[in-house]
């Protein structure tokens, strides 16, 4: 990935989080398995600092500060796909709205031919099925790339409010990918609704799970930002 692509990619970012200043925020791109560092991340950022990542109990990164204790006013998340793998960060400020975020990409192959077409009709709603000839724009594989990293950028990006949540409470919220619909192809950042994860939203706060997208090569790139009402 070049530096146009991280580039427009951070541009995403920065529009999702806009409403709110933006904080400071980026993308960044690697060759898969380039930040790891056993079960730790090591992201270096275009500012020449770099994110150390540690995983939560649910395998979602979060980011050790120097003194070896998560730091959860850093939102992060990391996806990898085929030989490409990308990190989306934000500081939110305290009392923003923001409160999680997520990232994913779908290659287009994946969703394309048979196997594809098999796998599309287990795992998408109708309404998905409706906007993802839309979504694509004449792309149908495209399509149903965006679908399936929408809801898997949205289902990462609660993990920042769960962890908070685990924090002091017992009782286990669980979900899972296919609780993410997409609600809209009309613009270019729609919103996931939120089907059976609706309770778990509801406990953690949280009112809306915003989407942009974009593509990479032949790849499907999603970023969600979940809100607080
Ligand atoms: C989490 C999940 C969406 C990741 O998608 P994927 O296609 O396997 O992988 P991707 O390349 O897009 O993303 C991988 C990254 O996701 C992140 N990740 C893993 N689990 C996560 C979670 N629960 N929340 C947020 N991010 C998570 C990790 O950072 C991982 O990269 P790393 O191992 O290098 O740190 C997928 O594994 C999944 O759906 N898991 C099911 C979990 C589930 O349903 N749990 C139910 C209980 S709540």
């Given at each position: 990935?070049?530096?146009?692509?991280?580039?427009?990619?951070?541009?995403?970012?920065?529009?999702?989080?806009?409403?709110d200043g933006p904080p400071p925020?980026?993308?960044?791109?690697?060759?898969?398995?380039?930040?790891?560092?056993?079960?730790?991340?090591?992201?270096?950022?275009?500012?020449?600092?770099?994110?150390?990542?540690?995983?939560?109990?649910?395998?979602?990164?979060?980011?050790?500060?120097?003194?070896?204790?998560?730091?959860?006013?850093?939102?992060?998340?990391?996806?990898?796909?085929?030989?490409?793998?990308?990190?989306?960060?934000?500081?939110?400020?305290?009392?923003?709205?923001?409160?999680?975020?997520?990232?994913?990409?779908?290659?287009?192959?994946?969703?394309?031919?048979?196997?594809?077409?098999?796998?599309?009709?287990?795992?998408?709603?109708?309404?998905?099925?409706?906007?993802?000839?839309?979504?694509?724009?004449?792309?149908?594989?495209?399509?149903?790339?965006?679908?399936?990293?929408?809801?898997?950028?949205?289902?990462?990006?609660?993990?920042?409010?769960?962890?908070?949540?685990?924090?002091?409470?017992?009782?286990?919220?669980?979900?899972?990918?296919?609780?993410?619909?997409?609600?809209?192809?009309?613009?270019?950042?729609?919103?996931?609704?939120?089907?059976?994860?609706?309770?778990?939203?509801?406990?953690?706060?949280?009112?809306?799970?915003?989407?942009?997208?974009?593509?990479?090569?032949?790849?499907?790139?999603?970023?969600?930002?979940?809100?607080?009402?």
């Amino acid at each position: 990935m070049g530096m146009a692509d991280a580039e427009r990619a951070a541009s995403l970012l920065e529009t999702l989080l806009t409403p709110d200043g933006p904080p400071p925020c980026g993308v960044t791109f690697a060759p898969t398995g380039l930040w790891a560092q056993g079960d730790r991340r090591l992201v270096p950022l275009e500012s020449g600092r770099a994110l150390l990542l540690d995983h939560d109990e649910r395998e979602a990164p979060v980011r050790l500060n120097t003194s070896d204790s998560w730091d959860d006013t850093l939102l992060v998340s990391l996806t990898d796909e085929e030989e490409t793998c990308a990190c989306a960060w934000a500081r939110v400020p305290e009392g923003s709205s923001v409160a999680g975020l997520g990232i994913d990409l779908a290659s287009t192959q994946d969703f394309a031919g048979e196997r594809g077409a098999r796998f599309n009709r287990l795992l998408f709603t109708q309404r998905e099925h409706e906007l993802a000839p839309i979504l694509g724009g004449g792309n149908l594989a495209l399509g149903y790339a965006y679908a399936f990293a929408a809801k898997e950028a949205a289902f990462k990006a609660l993990a920042a409010p769960l962890r908070r949540w685990y924090q002091t409470h017992q009782e286990e919220l669980l979900f899972d990918v296919r609780c993410f619909e997409l609600a809209d192809a009309n613009h270019e950042s729609g919103t996931a609704r939120k089907g059976q994860a609706q309770r778990a939203m509801d406990m953690l706060g949280i009112a809306t799970i915003e989407l942009g997208r974009m593509t990479l090569g032949d790849k499907a790139l999603t970023i969600a930002v979940a809100r607080r009402a």
